[in-house]
C-alpha cells in the first residue's frame, strides 16, 4: 500500500482522466466497494441511513445508496440544498435516485430539522457528508448531522466514506471505520480504514502526466523576476545553438534567462527576448568560474553543458561551478561527459541529469535495460547512488531521483532531431527556477517538452526542428493547464 499526499491524489484524478478513466467510473466504483464492504461485514437485509452532503463524497454515498438497496432498506438524507450538489458526476447519480421508488429521500437544509431526527430503527449509518474536499471546521448544516450521527455512535454501526466527516477537525463523526479509496493517506492517522481499490490502473503510481506540469508550473507573482531566473552556461569555439535552444524553451515558463557564453558565441545571439553575457575567449575556463558565480548570484537555477565542449580547461571550470553552486542545477549533453569523472561531487545538491542511453553508459558503464520496469530500477539504484535526479530520455523517458522511479511517454520519432536535448534541459531548468524539486521539474520538463513535439507532428508530420518544440512550448502549456 502506498501512502500519498492529498495533492498526490488530485495528481492522480487528473492523471486517470489523461488515460481516459472517467470521474464517473471512479465515483460508481467508490460507492461500491463501500457497499460491498458493509454487505460482507454486516450482511444483508438491514436498515441503512445513507447521510450525504453536496460535494462528491455525497455522490459516493448516493451510489452506495443504490448498490445497497437491492438487498436493504436505505433511506437516503441529503444535508444541504439540491440545487447545490456541484458537480455532473453526482448530479447523475442524484437524478438517478430521484427515479427509485425503494431508496426513501429526505432532504434536510435547516439544523433544527436534522436535531429533531430519531434514527433508532437503523442498523447502520453511512456517513458521506464530507470528504477530501472539507475546508475548515465544519458548518450548519453539516455540523448538526454530524452531532446527530454521533448520538448513536456505540449503539448503531457507522461508517464512513473516504474518512470521518470533519475530520481533521474535532467535530468529526465517530466512525467505526472509514472506507478509504486506493491510496491510505499520509495525512490520515488516527482513524481505522478500510481500503478500496476504485479502478485506478497501476500506471498511475509511475507515469508522468498533465498534473504533473500544471501542478510544477507555480507562478508566484505579478513583478518581474518573481517567477522564475534561470542562468544556461554553455557554447564553446565550435557550437553556440545548443545554449540557444534551451534559453528559447525556459523563456516561455520563466521571466529571465540569462545566457553565459565565452565571447564568440555569444556575439552571434540574435535573441532580444534574452540577457546575453559573454566571458573572454573561444572556450570556458577556470578564469571564468569567478564571473559565472556572479551571475548565479541572480537566479534560481541553472543548466549547465549544452555546446560547451569537453577541452580539458572546461571540465575544470564545469567542475568548479557545480562545487560551488548550491542552487538547483541541470547538467545535459557535454556537461555530462564532464562530471562522468566527478560523479561524486553531486551527492547533497538539487541537481538533474539528463543523459540519452548513450550517455547513461558512458556515465555509469551500465547498458540501459529494454524492459521498462528493470530500466526504472537501474534508472532509480544509480541516481540514489550519485544522490542526484536522473531523467534518462528515451522513447520513454525514465526518471528517478534514487526513491521512487517515473516514466513518461509523450514524443514521437520525430524527436530525434538535433537541439530537442537542448530545449529539454532548458525547459526541466524552468522547472528548477519555478521552485520544484528534482524530481517533480525533471518529470514535468519531459512532460512538457513530449507533448510540445506531439503537437508540432499533428501539424507538420515528422520533419520538424528542436525550434519548432520550443516554439510550441506557450500552447503545450494552455492546453495542459485547460486539460
Ligand atoms: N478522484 C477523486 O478525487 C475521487 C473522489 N471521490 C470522492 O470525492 C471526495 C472529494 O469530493 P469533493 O472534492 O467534492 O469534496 P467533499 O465532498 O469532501 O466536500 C466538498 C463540499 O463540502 C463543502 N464543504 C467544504 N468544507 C466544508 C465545511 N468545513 N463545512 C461544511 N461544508 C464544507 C464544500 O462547499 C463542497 O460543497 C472524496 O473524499 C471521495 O469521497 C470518489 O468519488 C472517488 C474519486
Ligand atoms: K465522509
Redo the contacts with the bound molecule.
Keep these: 500500500m502506498i501512502t500519498m499526499k492529498i495533492e498526490d491524489?488530485?495528481i492522480?484524478?487528473i492523471n486517470?482522466r489523461w488515460l481516459g478513466v472517467t470521474?464517473y467510473q471512479?465515483?460508481e466504483?467508490?460507492?461500491a466497494s463501500v457497499a460491498r464492504v458493509i454487505e460482507e461485514k454486516f450482511g444483508k437485509n438491514l436498515k441503512i441511513a445513507v447521510f450525504c452532503?453536496?460535494?462528491?463524497?455525497?455522490?459516493?454515498g448516493f451510489v452506495a445508496a443504490r448498490h445497497l438497496s437491492y438487498e436493504n432498506d436505505v433511506t437516503v438524507f441529503l444535508i444541504g440544498e439540491e440545487v447545490?450538489i456541484?458537480?455532473e458526476?453526482?448530479k447523475l447519480n442524484w437524478n438517478i435516485l430521484k427515479n427509485l421508488d425503494f431508496v426513501k429521500i429526505k432532504v434536510l437544509k435547516d439544523s433544527s430539522q436534522i436535531r429533531e431526527l430519531d434514527l433508532s430503527e437503523f442498523d447502520i449509518i453511512v456517513d458521506?457528508l464530507?470528504?477530501?474536499?472539507?475546508?475548515?471546521?465544519?458548518?450548519e448544516p453539516?455540523?448538526s448531522a454530524i452531532e446527530k450521527i454521533n448520538e448513536y455512535s456505540g449503539k448503531v454501526k457507522i461508517v464512513s466514506?473516504?474518512?470521518p466527516s470533519?475530520y481533521p477537525?474535532e467535530i468529526r463523526v465517530k466512525a467505526d471505520f472509514a472506507v478509504t479509496?486506493q491510496w491510505d493517506k499520509e495525512e490520515f492517522k488516527d482513524f481505522k480504514r478500510i481500503i478500496a481499490k476504485?479502478g485506478y490502473p497501476k500506471e498511475l503510481k509511475y507515469l508522468v502526466g498533465p498534473a504533473h506540469v500544471k501542478f510544477a508550473y507555480k507562478r508566484k507573482g505579478e513583478h518581474k523576476g518573481q517567477n522564475g531566473k534561470l542562468l544556461i552556461i554553455g557554447g564553446s569555439e565550435n557550437y553556440y545553438g545548443a545554449p540557444v535552444l534551451a534559453a528559447s524553451a525556459a523563456k516561455h515558463l520563466v521571466d529571465l534567462v540569462f545566457l553565459l557564453l565565452p565571447q564568440n558565441a555569444a556575439r552571434r545571439v540574435n535573441d532580444p527576448d534574452l540577457i546575453v553575457r559573454e566571458v573572454d575567449g573561444l572556450n570556458f575556463t577556470p578564469e571564468h568560474i569567478k564571473s559565472a558565480l556572479e551571475l548565479v548570484e541572480k537566479v534560481d537555477a541553472i543548466v549547465i553543458g549544452p555546446g560547451i565542449g569537453v577541452r580539458e580547461e572546461t571540465k575544470e571550470f564545469v567542475k568548479g561551478i557545480i562545487e560551488r553552486v548550491e542552487k538547483p542545477i541541470v547538467v545535459d549533453a557535454d556537461g555530462l561527459k564532464i562530471i562522468a569523472e566527478f560523479k561524486d561531487i553531486l551527492k547533497g545538491k538539487e541537481i538533474v541529469l539528463t543523459p540519452h542511453a548513450g550517455e547513461f553508459k558512458l556515465l555509469f558503464g551500465e547498458k540501459v535495460p529494454e524492459d521498462l520496469v528493470e530500466k526504472g530500477k537501474v534508472v532509480m539504484r544509480r541516481a540514489k547512488e550519485i544522490g542526484a535526479t536522473i531523467l534518462l530520455k528515451g522513447k520513454y523517458d525514465v526518471i528517478s531521483d534514487g526513491k521512487v522511479w517515473l516514466y513518461n511517454k509523450t514524443g514521437n520519432r520525430g524527436m530525434t532531431t538535433g537541439g530537442t536535448g537542448d530545449v529539454l534541459a532548458g525547459t526541466v531548468g524552468a522547472f528548477l527556477a519555478l521552485g520544484n524539486k528534482a524530481l517533480k521539474a525533471a518529470a514535468a520538463g519531459a512532460f512538457l517538452v513530449g507533448f510540445a513535439g506531439d503537437l508540432v507532428m499533428e501539424e507538420k508530420g515528422e520533419a520538424f526542428t528542436a525550434r519548432d518544440v520550443a516554439e510550441k512550448i506557450p500552447i503545450a502549456l494552455k492546453k495542459i493547464i485547460e486539460f
Aim: glycine content about 20%; aromatic content about 6%; proline content about 5%.
Design positions: 491524489v488530485y492522480w484524478d486517470a470521474p471512479l465515483m466504483n467508490a460507492g452532503g453536496t460535494g462528491n463524497n455525497g455522490g459516493d447545490k456541484r458537480s458526476e453526482a458521506a464530507l470528504g477530501a474536499g472539507t475546508r475548515g471546521k465544519p458548518r453539516i455540523k466514506i473516504d474518512l470533519g477537525s479509496f476504485i
